[in-house]
């Protein structure tokens, strides 16, 4: 069903009343296991209907509660790292950059939610409940499509002013030099690099990833494999497609996290969702905390050897901030 025609079935006060029917408490405990996520399907089904999220008669199938939790786990993840930059900055309004947005549901959820915020209507989200703050959200995708999509969604959330979304590539996106916020939902392979340095480069004050189909790592193991003449540390996950798809997705993550430590972040890994629901469920966390960190460079370091030497995507991408740095090269 066109996106245009699905905010047009039922006015906000029938779908509101639908929700509030067909929510029983039963459901409810069903959806949310007795959780305070921050979209709830009777306060927010306006929202939920609008991205997709909830069917015309209210109900959330078995194919949207899995993104439904998705989201609301990540923005649970994402919201105390937010609260601590709006303290940091009171007054400022702060700018998200969602790049490869896709469908955008990530970034529509925060501009609702910090226009929720603002009006004093998240009881829910412990870590917000006291903060207001202004937000502008820029949505990058290379996608047309998907782009239209999300700007209808914006305008039938209201939020148009606070959103704005360009169909480029990331690297010809028309960006404010300043970036409070960098996140990428599912980026494929390195273009999960491409946000990553983009935020190092700009010194955005929090960095959030969940990375997707790390190939580059793997083909390089696979080379790794041709020549070794089976005397590398790692020859039997050289030598297992599966092991080695695997642990190059590790791997992967791991150099990232090292490397984005030695240029000065906090940060973590941490499943967003289980991963009965998806494999690809990791978010990578990462906090502003200075300009580098040598320790985060050793690990780095250590990680590239024990992985055969490999230089990725993002080591490539921000080689002149490792070199201005970290100029002795340790």
């Known amino acids: 069903m066109p996106d245009e025609w699905r905010v047009k079935i039922h006015s906000p006060s029938d779908l509101a009343g639908r929700a509030r029917l067909h929510w029983t408490s039963d459901r409810l405990q069903r959806l949310m296991a007795g959780k305070r996520l921050p979209l709830h399907p009777v306060t927010h ?41 709006a303290k940091a900055m009171p007054g400022r309004t702060l700018t998200l950059l969602d ?8 970034s529509l959820a925060f501009a609702f939610l910090a226009r929720e915020a603002n009006a004093g209507r998240l009881p829910q989200i412990a870590d917000w409940k006291d903060t207001a703050f202004d937000l502008q959200v820029i949505g990058v995708d290379s996608n047309a499509e998907v782009i239209r999509q999300s700007r209808e ?59 997707c189909c790390q190939a580059e790592l793997a083909q390089h193991f696979k080379a790794l494999a041709a020549r070794s003449g089976g005397s590398h540390p790692l020859e039997v996950i050289l030598h297992s497609p599966n092991l080695r798809r695997d642990t190059a997705a590790t ?27 998806t494999p690809k469920n990791r ?48």
Request: hydrophobic share 50%.
């Open 99 to 106: 790049a490869g947005c896709g469908n955008s549901y990530l």
């Open 45 to 85: 089904a306006a929202f939920l209907h609008v991205t997709g999220l909830m069917s015309d008669d209210a109900s959330v199938t078995s194919g949207q509660v899995k993104k439904y939790l998705q989201i609301n786990h990540m923005i649970s993840l994402i919201a105390p790292p937010f609260r601590a930059l």
């Open 251 to 277: 791997f992967t993550d791991a150099l990232r996290l090292a490397l984005v430590r030695a240029l000065g972040y906090e940060a973590t890994a941490t499943e967003f969702i289980p991963s009965a629901h």
């Open 283 to 330: 978010l990578l966390l990462a906090e502003r905390r200075g300009r580098y960190n040598k320790a985060g460079l050793t690990s780095f370091l250590a990680l590239k050897t024990a992985s055969g030497e490999a230089t990725l995507a993002l080591e490539r991408a921000v080689q002149d901030l490792l070199q201005e740095r970290f100029p002795d090269g340790n």
């Open 153 to 211: 969604r914006a305008e039938a959330l209201g939020l148009g002013e606070v959103m704005s979304f360009q169909a480029v590539p990331l690297s010809a996106a028309v960006l404010p030099d300043r970036l409070h916020a960098v996140m990428a939902l599912h980026a494929c392979d390195t273009a999960t690099d491409e946000a990553l340095a983009l935020g190092l480069r700009r010194q955005a004050d929090l960095l959030a990833v969940a990375p």
